[in-house]
Protein backbone atom coordinates (compact mmCIF):
# COMPACT_ATOMS: atom_id res chain seq x y z
CA UNK A 1 0.00 0.00 0.00
CA UNK A 2 2.56 2.65 0.69
CA UNK A 3 4.04 2.06 -2.78
CA UNK A 4 0.76 2.87 -3.66
CA UNK A 5 1.33 6.39 -1.95
CA UNK A 6 4.66 6.36 -3.21
CA UNK A 7 3.81 6.01 -6.89
CA UNK A 8 0.91 8.36 -6.86
CA UNK A 9 2.69 11.35 -4.92
CA UNK A 10 5.59 10.96 -7.94
CA UNK A 11 3.03 10.83 -11.04
CA UNK A 12 1.46 14.10 -9.37
CA UNK A 13 4.81 15.90 -8.59
CA UNK A 14 3.21 16.37 -5.36
CA UNK A 15 5.66 18.82 -2.53
CA UNK A 16 3.17 17.97 0.25
CA UNK A 17 0.38 16.41 2.03
CA UNK A 18 -2.55 17.61 3.90
CA UNK A 19 -3.42 14.68 6.18
CA UNK A 20 -7.34 15.43 7.36
CA UNK A 21 -9.56 14.05 9.32
CA UNK A 22 -13.16 15.25 10.40
CA UNK A 23 -14.63 15.64 13.93
CA UNK A 24 -17.93 15.36 14.67
CA UNK A 25 -18.86 18.81 13.80
CA UNK A 26 -17.58 18.08 10.68
CA UNK A 27 -14.16 20.40 10.78
CA UNK A 28 -11.37 19.58 9.02
CA UNK A 29 -8.84 18.62 11.46
CA UNK A 30 -4.89 17.84 10.51
CA UNK A 31 -1.51 18.81 9.81
CA UNK A 32 0.39 19.49 6.38
CA UNK A 33 3.48 17.73 5.70
CA UNK A 34 6.28 17.60 3.06
CA UNK A 35 5.39 14.34 0.85
CA UNK A 36 8.72 12.19 1.95
CA UNK A 37 8.00 13.40 5.67
CA UNK A 38 4.28 12.00 5.08
CA UNK A 39 5.71 8.81 3.20
CA UNK A 40 8.09 8.07 6.28
CA UNK A 41 4.51 8.15 8.94
CA UNK A 42 3.02 5.90 7.03
CA UNK A 43 5.92 3.23 7.76
CA UNK A 44 5.90 4.03 11.47
CA UNK A 45 2.91 5.47 12.11
CA UNK A 46 4.03 8.91 13.08
CA UNK A 47 0.85 10.48 11.77
CA UNK A 48 -0.60 11.25 15.27
CA UNK A 49 -3.04 13.75 16.77
CA UNK A 50 -4.11 14.10 20.38
CA UNK A 51 -6.96 12.68 21.01
CA UNK A 52 -9.21 15.43 22.46
CA UNK A 53 -10.25 16.88 18.93
CA UNK A 54 -12.72 14.84 18.79
CA UNK A 55 -14.45 16.13 21.75
CA UNK A 56 -13.88 19.41 20.50
CA UNK A 57 -17.19 22.04 20.42
CA UNK A 58 -17.79 23.66 16.98
CA UNK A 59 -17.15 27.40 18.90
CA UNK A 60 -13.62 25.58 19.28
CA UNK A 61 -14.52 24.13 23.06
CA UNK A 62 -14.18 21.12 24.79
CA UNK A 63 -16.76 18.38 26.04
CA UNK A 64 -15.26 18.36 29.19
CA UNK A 65 -15.09 22.10 30.13
CA UNK A 66 -18.60 21.07 32.01
CA UNK A 67 -16.73 19.04 34.55
CA UNK A 68 -18.64 15.69 33.53
CA UNK A 69 -16.33 12.78 32.99
CA UNK A 70 -16.34 11.53 29.46
CA UNK A 71 -16.18 7.67 29.05
CA UNK A 72 -12.28 6.60 29.14
CA UNK A 73 -12.81 5.33 25.68
CA UNK A 74 -13.82 8.53 24.16
CA UNK A 75 -11.44 11.00 25.99
CA UNK A 76 -8.28 10.03 27.85
CA UNK A 77 -7.91 12.83 30.57
CA UNK A 78 -3.78 12.01 29.85
CA UNK A 79 -4.99 13.10 26.06
CA UNK A 80 -2.87 10.58 24.64
CA UNK A 81 -2.28 10.24 20.64
CA UNK A 82 -4.28 8.49 18.31
CA UNK A 83 -2.81 7.49 14.35
CA UNK A 84 -3.78 8.90 11.58
CA UNK A 85 -4.30 6.05 8.91
CA UNK A 86 -4.47 7.47 5.33
CA UNK A 87 -7.37 6.28 3.12
CA UNK A 88 -5.86 6.08 -0.39
CA UNK A 89 -8.60 5.95 -2.07
CA UNK A 90 -9.59 9.65 -0.75
CA UNK A 91 -6.21 11.21 -1.81
CA UNK A 92 -6.98 13.93 -4.52
CA UNK A 93 -4.83 17.21 -6.38
CA UNK A 94 -5.89 20.34 -4.10
CA UNK A 95 -5.86 22.32 -7.98
CA UNK A 96 -6.21 25.90 -6.00
CA UNK A 97 -2.87 26.02 -4.32
CA UNK A 98 0.13 27.38 -6.00
CA UNK A 99 2.26 24.14 -4.71
CA UNK A 100 1.70 20.96 -5.88
CA UNK A 101 -0.48 19.56 -2.86
CA UNK A 102 -2.13 16.82 -1.88
CA UNK A 103 -5.27 15.99 0.59
CA UNK A 104 -6.05 12.61 1.62
CA UNK A 105 -8.54 11.79 4.69
CA UNK A 106 -7.37 9.68 7.30
CA UNK A 107 -9.50 7.13 9.92
CA UNK A 108 -7.90 7.81 13.35
CA UNK A 109 -7.02 4.63 15.08
CA UNK A 110 -6.11 3.90 18.80
CA UNK A 111 -2.59 2.47 19.96
CA UNK A 112 -4.57 -0.71 19.90
CA UNK A 113 -5.54 -0.56 16.71
CA UNK A 114 -9.04 0.37 17.22
CA UNK A 115 -11.05 3.07 15.74
CA UNK A 116 -11.42 5.96 17.63
CA UNK A 117 -15.57 5.48 18.48
CA UNK A 118 -16.40 9.11 18.43
CA UNK A 119 -14.81 9.72 15.29
CA UNK A 120 -17.09 10.84 12.49
CA UNK A 121 -15.64 8.30 10.18
CA UNK A 122 -15.98 5.05 12.83
CA UNK A 123 -19.08 6.51 13.85
CA UNK A 124 -20.24 6.84 9.51
CA UNK A 125 -18.86 2.99 8.91
CA UNK A 126 -20.89 1.75 11.90
CA UNK A 127 -23.79 3.42 9.90
CA UNK A 128 -23.13 1.89 6.95
CA UNK A 129 -22.73 -1.35 8.03
CA UNK A 130 -26.35 -1.25 9.45
CA UNK A 131 -27.48 -0.60 6.05
CA UNK A 132 -24.93 -3.51 4.56
CA UNK A 133 -26.60 -5.86 7.71
CA UNK A 134 -30.47 -5.27 6.10
CA UNK A 135 -29.25 -5.07 2.57
CA UNK A 136 -30.07 -1.15 2.60
CA UNK A 137 -28.11 1.01 -0.07
CA UNK A 138 -28.02 4.54 1.10
CA UNK A 139 -28.68 7.42 -1.17
CA UNK A 140 -27.63 11.03 -0.30
CA UNK A 141 -27.66 14.63 -2.29
CA UNK A 142 -25.45 16.88 -0.12
CA UNK A 143 -26.66 20.55 -0.53
CA UNK A 144 -24.19 23.30 -0.02
CA UNK A 145 -25.45 26.93 0.35
CA UNK A 146 -23.11 29.62 0.59
CA UNK A 147 -23.30 33.59 0.12
CA UNK A 148 -20.95 35.63 -2.09
CA UNK A 149 -19.79 38.90 -0.53
CA UNK A 150 -17.53 41.35 -1.46
CA UNK A 151 -14.27 41.14 -0.62
CA UNK A 152 -13.84 43.17 3.32
CA UNK A 153 -10.24 43.76 4.44
CA UNK A 154 -11.87 45.67 7.29
CA UNK A 155 -13.92 43.29 10.03
CA UNK A 156 -15.69 46.77 11.07
CA UNK A 157 -17.58 47.45 8.46
CA UNK A 158 -20.69 45.56 6.98
CA UNK A 159 -20.27 42.87 4.70
CA UNK A 160 -21.20 44.30 1.05
CA UNK A 161 -23.14 42.58 -2.01
CA UNK A 162 -20.56 41.70 -4.63
CA UNK A 163 -20.24 43.52 -7.70
CA UNK A 164 -20.58 41.22 -11.01
CA UNK A 165 -19.59 41.09 -14.40
CA UNK A 166 -21.88 43.24 -15.09
CA UNK A 167 -19.90 46.19 -13.21
CA UNK A 168 -23.42 46.72 -10.75
CA UNK A 169 -24.41 45.33 -7.30
CA UNK A 170 -27.88 43.06 -7.34
CA UNK A 171 -30.45 45.35 -5.66
CA UNK A 172 -32.90 43.04 -4.59
CA UNK A 173 -33.52 39.28 -4.43
CA UNK A 174 -33.35 36.99 -7.90
CA UNK A 175 -34.37 33.78 -6.68
CA UNK A 176 -33.34 31.00 -9.04
CA UNK A 177 -31.89 33.58 -11.37
CA UNK A 178 -29.75 32.91 -13.95
CA UNK A 179 -28.37 35.64 -14.74
CA UNK A 180 -27.86 36.21 -11.10
CA UNK A 181 -25.21 33.38 -11.65
CA UNK A 182 -23.88 34.09 -15.10
CA UNK A 183 -22.74 37.61 -12.76
CA UNK A 184 -20.16 35.39 -11.54
CA UNK A 185 -19.61 32.97 -14.35
CA UNK A 186 -15.39 32.64 -13.96
CA UNK A 187 -15.85 32.01 -9.96
CA UNK A 188 -18.61 28.57 -10.63
CA UNK A 189 -16.07 28.19 -13.61
CA UNK A 190 -13.63 27.54 -10.81
CA UNK A 191 -15.97 25.38 -8.75
CA UNK A 192 -16.55 23.29 -11.61
CA UNK A 193 -13.11 22.51 -12.60
CA UNK A 194 -11.57 22.11 -9.14
CA UNK A 195 -14.35 19.51 -8.35
CA UNK A 196 -13.57 17.84 -11.71
CA UNK A 197 -10.21 17.52 -10.15
CA UNK A 198 -11.17 16.31 -6.92
CA UNK A 199 -13.74 13.58 -8.62
CA UNK A 200 -16.71 15.49 -7.12
CA UNK A 201 -19.82 15.69 -9.11
CA UNK A 202 -21.68 18.59 -9.25
CA UNK A 203 -25.44 18.06 -10.45
CA UNK A 204 -26.71 21.65 -10.29
CA UNK A 205 -26.18 25.38 -9.56
CA UNK A 206 -29.02 27.39 -8.98
CA UNK A 207 -29.23 31.22 -7.14
Same mark, same amino acid.
Given at each position: ????????? #????????????????????? #?????? +???? %???????????????? *????????????????????? *??????????????????????? *???????????????????????????? +???????????????????????????????????????? #???? +???? %??????????????????????????? *????
Amino acid at each position: MINKFENWL #KENSITEVECLVPDLGGIARG #KILPSD +KFIR %GLKDDSHRLPQSIFIQ *TISGGYATEDDEELPIDVYNP *TDIDVILRPDFNSIRPVPWYEDP *TAQIICDAVNLNGSLVINSSRAVLKKIL +KMFDDENYKPVVSPEVEFYLVKPNPDSDYPLEVPIGQSGR #KETG +KQSY %GIDAINEFDPLFEDVYNYCEEQDIEID *TINH
